[in-house]
């Protein structure tokens, strides 16, 4: 719809593209729930509304889960699945990726970037596109703990270990990051802000849990430690992020303890983790994270099939439909939202 001074005149045939517009310079979302999209006209001056185009709710509204390991009997998946964030539906795509367990996945603006052992795939949003693939001649490590910069992903430590591997996305090559975090960890969890990512829990290379968060600065690809410390170290947690703050949720702690706790890491001053909120049907153990602009999302684990939400307007979480209808673990993760919370 065509909008001027707020109302809305003229609806334009965009089911397909947006190329009625001669011209456009900017957009932006409207209700993340509907999917609503407004892009400004700049010739006319004015605002087109383009909604239910069914080329940008598959494309640019989701989260993907993909492999991973069936609790049943072990056995790897290629299974691509994925979350519609506007209606929260779940489902299997018809495309698939390689079988194999605890990859680790950063995203671009156009797709996903899947690591671990001797595969590398690249996975667009679109679920009409080709998994992209390619096998490596160095393995790369498993369990790693991802963070998406807007040029650059980041695989940070895995298989006890405390390297750094970059992936540039322009060029979508493989190198390592400028420095290694300060020992070996792996079986944690990766979160980012605009500026930087960080690594919250895992285990070090003598199978000790560790409580304290690492930061990678995007700017000069350094690695420190901030104040924050989680009140009890977890592995095989679930992570997504806000603008504001890192999500960790669910876990084991070092007695083997499952946990449900959802513990919240601010970004604005790193000094601390506030408990926001339970699970209440089950603990999440090695699943998966995603999020939106308005909720993170964490999907099955090793003992569940489940999917629970948590809304970033006040923290309160809650079990969804959806589920998996097997529970699986170990799968790698990516959406379609960027670190400064807008859809791509």
């Not at 960890?185 to 979160?191: A, E, M, P, Q």
């Not at 304290?212 to 170290?233: C, I, M, W």
Request: glycine share 10%; hydrophobic share 35%; with cysteine.
């Amino acid at each position: 719809m065509t909008m001027e001074h707020g109302q809305f005149t003229k609806k334009p045939d965009v089911t397909q593209s947006i190329e009625p517009l001669d011209r456009w310079d900017g957009m932006t979302w409207g209700n993340p729930t509907t999917g609503e999209l407004r892009v400004w006209d700049d010739v006319n001056k004015r605002w087109f509304l383009i909604d239910n185009n069914p080329r940008l709710f598959d494309n640019y509204q989701k989260g993907l889960f993909v492999s991973g390991v069936l609790a049943s009997d072990g056995s790897a998946v290629s299974t691509c699945r994925a979350l519609q964030f506007p209606d929260e539906s779940l489902a299997v795509e018809a495309r698939e990726v390689a079988e194999r367990k605890y990859a680790s996945a950063t995203n671009s603006s156009e797709k996903g970037f899947v690591l671990g052992g001797v595969v590398f795939e690249r996975v667009g949003f679109d679920s009409t596109s080709a998994v992209e693939s390619e096998t490596l001649e160095t393995s790369k490590l498993l369990s790693m703990m991802p963070a998406s910069a807007s040029t650059a992903g980041y695989y940070m430590g895995g298989s006890a270990s405390a390297q750094v591997t970059k992936l540039d996305f322009s060029s979508t090559t493989l190198g390592s990051g400028a420095s290694e975090l300060a020992a070996p960890r792996w079986l944690g969890g990766g979160v980012n802000s605009r500026d930087n990512g960080y690594v919250i829990g895992g285990r070090d290379s003598y199978g000790v849990n560790i409580k304290a968060v690492e930061r990678l600065s995007f700017a000069d690809e350094t690695v420190s430690f901030v104040s924050a410390k989680q009140t009890v170290a977890t592995v095989r947690q679930s992570c997504f992020n806000s603008t504001m703050a890192g999500y960790s949720v669910g876990g084991v702690y070092s007695d083997g303890t499952q946990t449900t706790t959802i513990d919240k890491f601010s970004f604005v001053n790193e000094t601390s983790f506030v408990s926001c909120a339970n699970i209440t049907e089950v603990s999440h153990v090695s699943a998966v994270g995603v999020n939106s602009t308005v909720a993170g999302y964490v999907a099955s684990g090793f003992n569940t099939g489940m999917t629970t939400k948590v809304s970033f307007a006040d923290d309160a979480q809650n079990t969804l439909d959806v589920q998996i209808s097997e529970p699986l673990f170990g799968s790698a993760s990516f959406d379609s939202t960027d670190n400064n919370g807008y859809i791509h």
